[in-house]
């Protein structure tokens, strides 16, 4: 399957802010939600959020809310997540993934979309 591409990955201070985009072209009319889920060593992947095709419903971790913000440009293909106030915890490698069977999977955690990027590096120094 054709996969999501992350860019905008890189490294920054801590409180320092960062865009990650993820472009999904060849199959944008079909997906339910697209967000991204982020995994750092020897942890546990985690959801980060999700946006919803339609109406454009969100969805945060606590981790994400108030600092992280996802949106999508339906005329560019590509969902963004927009981090502000980063912090050292934040590092890890960003993924994207994309929901393409039916709405009913997209309450699933967001790594178990059945489209997945190969990831961007997020590196926060203290």
């Known amino acids: 399957q054709v996969r999501p591409v992350e860019s905008g990955g890189g490294s920054v201070q801590s409180g320092g802010s960062l865009r990650l985009s993820c472009k999904a072209s060849e199959y944008w009319a079909s997906i339910e939600c697209i967000g991204w889920f982020r995994q750092a060593p020897g942890k546990e992947r985690e959801g980060v959020a999700t946006?919803?095709?339609?109406?454009?419903?969100?969805k945060y971790s606590d981790f994400a809310a108030g600092r992280f913000t996802i949106s999508r440009d339906d005329a560019k293909n590509t969902v963004y997540l927009q981090m502000n106030s980063l912090e050292p915890e934040d590092t890890a490698t960003y993924y994207c993934?994309?929901?393409?069977?039916?709405?009913?999977?997209?309450?699933?955690?967001?790594?178990?979309?059945?489209?997945r990027g190969q990831g961007t590096q997020v590196t926060v120094s203290s």
């Open positions: 946006i919803f095709s339609g109406a454009g419903e969100t």
């Open positions: 993934a994309a929901e393409t069977r039916s709405r009913q999977y997209c309450y699933a955690p967001t790594y178990e979309y059945i489209r």
